[in-house]
């Protein structure tokens, strides 16, 4: 798609032209003993911190001093609405509708709270798909709402699988599965992007696909969200959860968003666990009324939120609103495309990129498998000062990130490999 070249020089060039190149300054890029820039690959596990989040939640932390309980109302940001202070941010950024997405929890609790409404189960359809290389946290979670309900977690979990030699999932595959056990299945739950792979699913077509045979539709989207541009409105699926700390770079362990598609908002019979904050606001404080469910996605949040968290969460929205996501999503494939070019460029028989040719099919991670490597490979790369993931048995996971890696970043990380390999 593009026309890439070796050398240091091309890579200089492709930072000079890059529109999106000073929001690099706008990040803490983390340094080594010598204060130079460590080559920072794994937003995909933390994002960086925004210079702009320190101001978002000082604020937060002195309306709090000046004001006590008078914040919630007070405060430059009231607290008592301050999760719809995100709603339209995050629904641009996941492509959803204010009304179908929130800021609440953590991510494996939303995952558990929407299973609660969205995985209900009979004794004829009981059981839950996910893809064989799930995140561990997603299988625990399928595994445990299947025991919740008095059903076995080992014939329950029906799993879509690459075929031998392969890695990467086909949807004829899911298909097949879906003709043979359909109408077994209650609920489709898949990792949005495979964490492993990095292979990015079409959602809309397993929504189709699982809606076909009357199945419930979900995606854990920890991967996808603010990496991809997800759609999930479009995806018609039933609901998807994602987490903000790796690619929304909100900070560790950081709140959760959910979405709950449209059709879901006003229907006032589905299954849920409640607290005050599903109830109407108007009337919330009135405390002594009948429960009365707020409609949309709100109206799964069950506590009153942790504002300091959603300050550094409003911080990164307001950066992302201002790059816009087209243009994200543009330097994203420009990024990785030029890192598969030079990966492929060493010509090395030991190394094979696991993760989708197509750029429609992934993200910015490239999962690099290197044969015969052991975690040594990875102690090496740290020392030279490329951060990265590593995933038994041989792969390291490489997420260059738009909004702060550069051309050089990569070109260096894949010259520092090649020296390492040629040891
Ligand atoms: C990162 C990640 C998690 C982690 O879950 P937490 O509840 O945030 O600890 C779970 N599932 C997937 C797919 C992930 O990528």
Request: proline share 4%; charged share 25%; net charge neutral.
């Given at each position: 798609m593009f026309d890439y070249k070796s050398g240091l020089d091309f890579a200089k060039e492709l930072d000079q032209k890059d529109?999106?190149?000073?929001?690099?300054?706008?990040?803490?890029?983390?340094?080594?003993?010598n204060g130079n820039d460590?080559?920072?690959?794994?937003?995909?596990?933390?994002?960086?911190?925004?210079?702009?989040?320190?101001?978002?939640?000082?604020?937060?932390?002195?309306?709090?001093?000046n004001l006590g309980v008078e914040g919630h109302t007070e405060a430059r940001h009231p607290w008592l609405p301050y999760h719809e202070f995100l709603a339209e941010?995050?629904?641009?950024?996941?492509?959803?509708?204010?009304?179908?997405?929130?800021?609440?929890?953590?991510?494996?609790?939303?995952?558990?709270?929407?299973?609660v409404s969205f995985y209900q189960p009979t004794p004829k359809r009981y059981k839950i798909l996910i893809e064989a290389d799930a995140f561990p946290s997603d299988?625990?979670?399928?595994?445990?709402?299947?025991?919740h309900h008095g059903y076995n977690d080992t014939d329950g979990v029906i799993l879509w699988k690459a075929r031998e030699g392969e890695e990467l999932l086909?949807?004829?595959?899911?298909?097949?599965i879906l003709e043979k056990h359909g109408n077994e299945?209650?609920?489709?739950?898949?990792g949005g992007v495979n964490y492993y792979t990095g292979q990015y699913f079409d959602l809309k077509r397993i929504t189709k696909i699982g809606h076909n045979s009357g199945c419930m539709v979900g995606f854990d989207c920890a991967h996808g969200a603010g990496n991809v541009q997800l759609n999930l409105h479009d995806s018609g699926a039933d609901f998807a959860v994602w987490c903000t700390y790796k690619y929304l770079n909100s900070g560790p362990g950081s709140l959760a968003g959910a979405f709950v598609h449209e059709r879901h908002a006003y229907n006032k019979n589905l299954n849920r666990f409640t607290g005050w904050w599903s109830h109407n606001k108007q009337t919330r404080f009135n405390m002594?009324?009948?429960f009365d469910q707020l409609p949309g996605a709100e109206g799964w949040q069950l506590s009153n939120p942790p504002i300091l968290s959603m300050a550094a969460i409003r911080a990164s929205l307001d950066l992302f609103n201002a790059v816009g996501f087209e243009n994200l999503t543009e330097k994203s494939k420009k990024l990785t495309g030029y890192f598969e070019f030079l990966i492929n460029e060493l010509n090395n028989e030991h190394i094979k990129i696991i993760t989708p040719k197509s750029s429609d099919e992934r993200g910015c991670q490239l999962s690099i498998q290197v044969k015969n490597a052991d975690k040594t490979l990875h102690q090496k790369l740290t020392e030279s000062g490329v951060i990265c993931d590593w995933r038994e048995p041989d792969v390291i996971r490489c997420a260059p990130v738009p909004l702060y890696n550069s051309f050089e970043d990569v070109y260096k990380m894949v010259e520092i490999l090649k020296a390492i390999l040629n040891e």
């Open positions: 529109k999106l190149a000073p929001y690099r300054n706008q990040f803490h890029i983390p340094k080594d003993q460590l080559i920072y690959l794994c937003g995909n596990s933390l994002g960086l911190q925004p210079k702009t989040t320190k101001a978002y939640v000082n604020q937060e932390l002195e309306d709090w001093a941010s995050m629904a641009k950024v996941v492509g959803a509708k204010p009304i179908e997405v929130v800021v609440m929890n953590t991510l494996t609790a939303n995952l558990h709270f929407m299973m299988k625990y979670a399928v595994e445990s709402q299947l025991r086909r949807y004829e595959d899911l298909e097949a299945i209650a609920l489709i739950m898949i002594r009324d009948e």
